[in-house]
T-cell receptor, first 112, second 114 residues
Framework: AAGVIQSPRHLIKEKRETATLKCYPIPRHDTVYWYQQGPGQDPQFLISFYEKMQSDKGSIPDRFSAQQFSDYHSELNMSSLELGDSALYFC???????????FGPGTRLTVL | GNSVTQMEGPVTLSEEAFLTINCTYTATGYPSLFWYVQYPGEGLQLLLKATKADDKGSNKGFEATYRKETTSFHLEKGSVQVSDSAVYFCALSALYNQGGKLIFGQGTELSVKP
């Protein structure tokens, strides 16, 4: 069965650079969630989209923005990167708000 | 607000031992409850879920029962294998006023020795 696809899988950036993470949900899933997982920590919710509209916002820095496109894929844009942004970034998709979430493999971002 | 608390790890067991990982939650309304598993270097995989009180989720020999009276969702397995070594996350999702986002416990690392 098709799963959630994330790209790139690994990303290395310098401080103050920008990064764009992409997420392709499971076909027919209309809801996307983004989470950030620091080393040894549990995933923390960043932002979510339902039918291309932002549905909820968590502890996402103002330097980050995201959107969901007409084909339901989503992109997380991160600017003015800081060392503390180094983490695993997961995307999850579901069918409708509150549906069971299925996670992608994650993007490991390292900021030097 | 909503929260999830798991027993601290790491938990080290011998192969074929019985496993229990405790999970309790605080939530308004009627959340759905989940266990996710994360193998080293990988993403989160859904292990099992329960959407209402007294539901039992089960998968791959793992079980958990949604207990509203004790606000718990403990994970159990009768006989663990070395391949079960991973980090286990308990999570809840509340649609009302929460948008369905997952709130995770801190994770419990399980190490199974041959």
């Amino acid at each position: 069965a098709a799963g959630v696809i994330q790209s790139p899988r690994h990303l290395i950036k310098e401080k103050r650079e920008t990064a764009t993470l992409k997420c392709y949900p499971i076909p027919r899933h209309d809801t996307v969630y983004w989470y950030q997982q620091g080393p040894g920590q549990d995933p923390q919710f960043l932002i979510s989209f339902y039918e291309k509209m932002q549905s909820d916002k968590g502890s996402i820095p103002d330097r980050f923005s995201a959107q969901q496109f007409s084909d339901y894929h989503s992109e997380l844009n991160m600017s003015s990167l800081e060392l503390g942004d180094s983490a695993l970034y997961f995307c999850a998709s579901s069918l409708g708000l509150g549906g069971t979430q299925y996670f992608g493999p994650g993007t490991r971002l390292t900021v030097l | 607000g909503n929260s999830v608390t798991q027993m601290e790890g790491p938990v080290t067991l011998s192969e074929e031992a019985f496993l229990t990982i405790n999970c309790t939650y605080t939530a308004t309304g009627y959340p759905s409850l989940f266990w996710y598993v994360q193998y080293p270097g990988e993403g989160l995989q859904l292990l099992l879920k329960a959407t209402k009180a007294d539901d039992k989720g089960s998968n791959k020999g793992f079980e958990a029962t949604y207990r509203k009276e004790t606000t718990s969702f403990h994970l159990e397995k009768g006989s663990v294998q070395v391949s079960d070594s991973a980090v286990y996350f308990c999570a809840l999702s509340a649609l009302y006023n929460q948008g369905g986002k997952l709130i995770f416990g801190q994770g419990t690392e399980l190490s199974v020795k041959p």
